[in-house]
């Protein structure tokens, strides 16, 4: 299996809004709604921010939203605040494979 | 509040073995499933292995199975990695993480230790 793909760098500017995608396969994000994504602020472990595509763990801020087309997951932050600046990785699991992670984003806050 | 603390990094040859543990709190440990994660320094994450809460299924990524084996002690709260024949390529950041909801697995690492660094090199 390979990774996910995901683009290298996105940028915007606070209180804009930017959207990080996740492209798969149907026998992975495609095909079921076991997507997540992290995020990892530099020297410190990931945080779990959206699981099953669409919903946010408790104290997960709502300026975080998930969403799938297809083969493809995002990830779309709104409000930018420069706290959101950091590495950003999405990871699917087929219902009885492994998990993928994508290969991160690196958001800068301009 | 959950704590996952890794220790058992450091450097060490090609070939030759290292055995990573984490202790938990702060959280039922013996009711999730558990994994390891991997990071290579500057480089993304990468899944390595996951044990359920019973221990009795483990899975392994293709680049370690048949040289690392997770293992987990409920009565101490502790899981652990033992890593075989290690190569340059296992170098990285070794992350334990727990696994969202109880019982089987999911794949949602909800939380996460600081990690501990295994280089392998002569």
């Known amino acids: 299996q390979s990774a996910l793909t995901q683009p290298a760098s996105v940028s915007g500017s606070p209180g804009q809004s930017i959207t990080i995608s996740c492209s798969g396969i149907?026998?992975?994000?495609?095909?079921?709604?076991?997507v997540s994504w992290y995020r990892q602020h530099p020297g410190e472990a990931p945080k779990l921010i959206i699981y099953?595509?669409?919903n946010r763990p408790f104290g997960v801020s709502n300026r975080f939203s998930g969403s799938k087309s297809g083969n493809t997951a995002s990830l779309t932050i709104s409000g930018l605040q420069a706290e959101d600046e950091a590495h950003y990785y999405c990871?699917?699991?087929?219902?009885?494979?492994?998990?993928?992670f994508g290969g991160g984003t690196k958001l800068t806050v301009l | 509040e959950v704590e996952l603390v890794e220790s058992g990094g450091g450097l060490v040859q090609p070939g030759r073995s290292l055995r990573l543990s984490c202790a938990a709190s702060g959280f039922r440990f013996k009711d999730y499933t558990m994994h390891w994660v991997r990071q290579s320094p500057g480089k993304g994450l990468e899944w390595v292995s996951s044990?359920?809460?019973?221990?009795?299924?483990?899975r392994y990524a293709d680049s370690v199975r048949g040289r690392f084996t997770i293992s987990r002690d409920n009565a101490n709260n502790s899981l652990h990695l033992q890593m075989n024949s290690l190569r340059a390529e296992d170098t990285a950041f070794y992350y334990c993480a727990k696994d969202r909801v109880g019982g089987g697995i999911n794949y949602y690492f909800d939380s996460w230790g600081q990690g501990t660094l295994v280089t392998v090199s002569s």
């Open positions: 099953d595509v669409i």
């Open positions: 044990i359920t809460w019973n221990s009795f299924n483990t």
């Open positions: 990871s699917s699991s087929a219902s009885s494979s492994t998990p993928l």
């Open positions: 149907s026998s992975d994000v495609g095909g079921y709604s076991y």
